[in-house]
């Protein structure tokens, strides 16, 4: 586990009672904070992907999805495999781990729905 995240959680001022029911809530957000990962997520539950699809997926610089994809394989969600070829070839997929968390990007793409269909955004699919 991130020793950041550790000593965060270590010295967090909320009552030891209610913390134990956000801290899992508070890590998850802590993994998944940054701009882009959502999507990054979104795009590697479509496959592997090497770093030049991504960035041509995903509008953010090269610095941006370089740190935020550095961030998420520390976080052990996703995997990064470089091959020893030339020109250098770099590929990107979900962990096991980063696997599971497929129903919880579903799950927020339902409710995006949802709530553009509710604020008069986009029809109701039936």
Known sequence: MNPKY???CASCE???DIK???CPYCMAQKVIKGKWKLLIFWHL???TKRFNELSRLIPATQATLTRQLRELEFDQV???KVYNVIPPKVEYSLS???IK?????NSMGQWGMTY???MGLMEPTE
């Not at 968390?101 to 990007?105: H, I």
């Open 101 to 105: 968390f497929g129903d919880v990007t």
């Open 45 to 47: 539950q479509q496959g």
């Open 14 to 16: 909320i009552k030891d």
């Open 96 to 98: 096991p781990l980063g």
């Open 20 to 22: 134990q029911q956000l």
């Open 6 to 8: 550790v000593t965060e």
């Open 78 to 80: 996703i995997e990064r």
């Open 116 to 118: 553009f269909q509710s």
